[in-house]
């Protein structure tokens, strides 16, 4: 329980210490908007940076090299714990933000923070204002911020983690509209810090898996049909890799 209580303490010491800084960054914002962007970023992996050590997080990087570095693109992973979220913001060396629940908004000064690093807000109930952050989500990307989206929709709680739940097929389209390429990321690991033993942290050694990426415009008829079907398979595979490299 002590962990928990150091990570919950550090972050909302950060949200309330931080007041004064999130005015300096609207100001900076006004006269260069990548310097704020990039401030932002720096200090959201510093704070993410001392949570995962609170934690008492180690972790290992694979695929690095398939991270372009003139470009921005679309990330795909697998999700099933809030901290996978922390393992992208802190080994992805690119701009980057993610795709969070709606719900998220509502959250104060949290808030603030996740626009200031990218983060789109998507309502699932709302097919409208679903594709207005595609269309959002489309801009970034052409603005060279990455996109980082979990296409199961919500935290897989099954026990077998190549058991992912069904893709939304609508979730590459910002790949697919904006030709970025797609990277899949396979995650193992993230569960074991919280989910598994709520309300405790343990300490865990995650995994990432950085894929190769694709072009969705580049793939098979069929496949370019179901895009997320598509690569729902190639997570499957690279997690299945990752669990025989285990044994």
Known sequence: ????????????????????????????????PKAAAKKSLDLVRWILGIVRDLAGITYEVRGLEHIPSDRAVLYVGNHRSYFDILAGYTTVPTLLGFVAKKEMEKIPLLRTWMVNVNCLFLDRKNIKEGLKMILQGIEKVKNGVSTWIFPEGTRNPNEDITELLPFKEGSLKIAEKSGCPVIPVAMTGTAEVLEKHFPFITPSHITIYYGKPFYVKELEAEDRKHPGAYTRNVLIRMLKEMQEEKQ
């Open 1 to 32: 329980m002590i962990r928990l209580i150091l990570v919950v303490l550090a972050v909302v010491l950060y949200l309330i210490f931080s007041i004064p800084v999130l005015s300096y960054l609207k100001n900076l914002e006004k006269k260069d």
